[in-house]
C-alpha cells in the first residue's frame, strides 16, 4: 500500500514542474562548480539544449561570468542580490541572486532589459525636464497638496538664496509660509496666499496675477500663473514666477510719455481756445461794431441795409459759434466748478446743440477727484458723445460716472443703431466696429491712469461705452460708493 507520505520521484517531478514553469532562470551548481540543475528558462536564456548544459562547469557554460558571487554563496554562504549587465550577452541586464545550500548553491536570474530600459527612458526624460526647467529664467517650484516644495528650478532655487527664502534645514520649506513677509517687502503676499491655498483645496483649478516684491530699494514685479494637477492619485500644484519688471518699467515710461503728450495737448488746446478769445473773438466783435456804424452811413439805401444785416447775421453765428469751440477746447468753469457741473452744462448743450435727449448721473465722490482726472472723464465724455451723434444714429443716450470700490466707472449708453449695423440693418464692414479714431483717443486717456476701456454692442441695438480707473486710496479718501452705487451695464 502507497503511504501517506508523496514518493521522492513523484516529489521530484513536482519541483520540476515548478521550476520549469517559472518565469525565472534557475541553476544550481554543486560544491564543484559543476551545474546539476537547470529550468526551460535558463536553458532558453543559454540557447543550449540540456544536455549542453547539465553536468558542464559553471565557467565551460558562463564562459566571461565572474565567479566571486558563486564563490561567496558556495564557501561562505552569503546571499547576494544584484542588477548588473550580463557578461556573456552585453546587450542584456538580469537581476541575479546567489543562495547557499548545502551542497552547494541555487542561482535564480532574470532578464529585466526591457525595464532597465524603461527606467532609463525614465531617467533621462527626467534629466532633460530638469535642464529645460532649470534653463528658464522664470522661477518654477511644484508643490504638494500641503504647499511643500517638492520640486524646483535652478532660477527659484538662486532668487530663494539671494532674497532669504533658502531653507537651513535638510526638510524643503512650505512654499505658502515663505510669503509671511513685511507688507513693504511683498505687499501682495496675502493675495498670494488666498490664490494658492484655493488652488491646494481644488477651489479653482488655476490662477494668474501679477505682483510687487520690494527688496533693498529695488522693485521687482513677478507675473504668477499657477496650475493644479494630480499623479498617482494626488493633487499637485506647479507655481511659476516670471519676471516682468522690464514690461511694467516700459510701461511706467509708456504712461508718462502719454500723460506728457496729454498734457502737451491739453495745454495746447487752452492756448488755442484762449487766442481765439483774446484775439479772434475781440476782431469779430470790432467789425460787428464797425458794421453798426455802416449802417448808419447806408440807411438810404436798402439794398446796402439789408446786406449789412446779413453780415451782422453771419457774425453773431460766427460768435455762438466761436464761443462753442473756445468751451469744448477748454471748459473755462471746471477748475471753478468742478467736473459735475461742467459736466451738467456740457450735457445740456450737447442736447440742445444734438437734439439727442441726454440724461447725466453724476456721484457726489466725484468732486473727490484728482483734478487731472476729473479733466480726463470730461474729454472722455466730450468723445464719447461725439461718438454717439457721428456713427450711432442715436435718439436717447445717458450717461453714468461713479466711484465704486476703488474704481472710477463711466458709462455712455445710446438707443442707437449699434457697433457695426448699418442704416439698413446689414453687418457693417469690419473697420466701423470701433465707433472710429474716437474710442482710441479714450483708450489712450485711460491708458495714463491704468485704466480700461469696453465697448458692448447690444443684439437688440444700442452700444454701451465703459470706461474704468482705479483710484488711489490716497488721492481719493473716502471717495468710494457703495455697491449700490454701482454703474450697471
Given at each position: ?160 538664496e539671494t532674497h532669504g527664502l ?291 454692442s447690444s443684439p437688440g441695438g ?28
Open positions: 500500500m502507497r503511504s501517506g507520505k508523496v514518493k521522492a520521484d513523484e516529489f521530484g517531478a513536482c519541483i520540476g514542474f515548478i521550476l520549469d514553469n517559472l518565469d525565472t532562470c534557475y541553476l544550481k551548481v554543486d560544491r564543484n562548480y559543476v551545474i546539476v540543475e537547470a529550468n526551460s528558462r535558463a536553458l532558453s536564456w543559454l540557447r543550449l539544449r540540456r544536455e549542453e548544459v547539465i553536468g558542464r562547469g559553471y565557467k565551460t557554460v558562463f564562459r566571461r561570468s565572474p565567479l566571486k558571487m558563486l564563490e561567496n554563496a558556495i564557501e561562505a554562504t552569503i546571499f547576494t542580490d544584484h542588477e548588473l549587465r550580463s557578461y556573456d550577452r552585453p546587450d542584456r541586464w538580469v537581476d541575479l541572486h546567489t543562495y547557499p545550500v548545502h551542497d552547494g548553491a541555487i542561482v535564480f536570474f532574470k532578464d529585466i532589459s526591457a525595464q532597465k530600459s524603461l527606467e532609463q527612458d525614465a531617467s533621462w526624460t527626467r534629466v532633460l525636464l530638469e535642464r529645460t526647467l532649470d534653463a528658464l529664467s522664470a522661477h518654477v517650484v511644484v508643490l504638494d497638496k500641503t504647499g511643500t516644495i517638492v520640486a524646483s528650478n535652478l532660477a527659484w532655487r538662486r532668487f530663494a533658502a531653507s537651513s534645514s535638510d526638510q524643503s520649506p512650505n512654499y505658502l509660509a515663505l510669503y509671511a513677509l513685511p507688507v513693504e517687502r511683498s505687499p501682495d503676499a496675502a493675495r498670494i496666499v488666498e490664490v494658492l491655498s484655493d488652488l491646494l483645496a481644488a477651489r479653482r483649478r488655476a490662477a494668474r496675477l501679477i505682483h510687487a516684491w520690494h527688496c533693498e530699494g529695488k522693485s521687482l514685479w513677478f507675473q504668477l500663473s499657477a496650475a493644479s494637477f494630480e499623479s498617482e492619485g494626488e493633487t499637485y500644484l506647479v507655481v511659476v514666477n516670471e519676471d516682468v519688471t522690464a514690461v511694467k518699467e516700459a510701461q511706467h515710461v509708456l504712461g508718462e510719455a502719454a500723460e506728457h503728450v496729454s498734457l502737451l495737448k491739453d495745454e495746447e488746446r487752452r492756448r488755442i481756445a484762449e487766442e481765439l478769445h483774446d484775439s479772434t473773438a475781440q476782431h469779430l466783435v470790432a467789425a460787428g461794431l464797425n458794421l453798426m456804424g455802416l449802417k448808419t452811413r447806408v440807411a438810404a439805401d436798402q439794398a446796402s441795409v439789408d446786406l449789412v444785416q446779413d453780415i451782422d447775421a453771419s457774425l453773431e453765428v460766427a460768435m455762438k459759434e466761436l464761443r462753442t469751440i473756445t468751451y469744448l477746447l477748454h471748459p473755462p468753469d471746471l477748475e471753478k466748478d468742478g467736473l459735475r457741473s461742467t459736466l451738467a452744462t456740457y450735457v445740456h448743450g450737447f442736447d440742445k446743440r444734438t437734439g439727442v435727449k441726454t440724461r447725466l448721473r453724476v456721484s457726489p465722490a466725484v468732486g473727490l477727484l484728482p483734478a487731472t482726472l476729473q479733466r480726463a472723464f470730461f474729454l472722455i465724455v466730450q468723445e464719447g458723445l461725439a461718438e454717439v451723434h457721428r456713427h450711432a444714429s442715436a435718439s436717447r443716450v445717458a450717461i453714468d460716472l461713479r466711484c465704486v470700490q476703488g474704481r472710477v466707472h463711466l458709462l455712455v449708453q445710446d438707443d442707437g443703431r449699434g457697433i457695426g449695423r448699418a442704416s439698413s440693418g446689414k453687418r457693417a464692414p469690419e473697420r466701423q466696429l470701433s465707433r472710429g479714431a474716437g474710442s482710441a483717443s479714450i483708450r489712450a486717456r485711460l491708458r495714463q491712469f491704468g485704466g480700461e476701456l469696453r465697448i458692448v444700442g452700444t454701451t461705452l465703459h470706461a474704468m480707473v482705479p483710484i488711489h486710496a490716497v488721492s481719493v479718501t473716502g471717495a468710494s460708493g457703495s455697491a449700490d452705487d454701482a454703474p450697471r451695464g
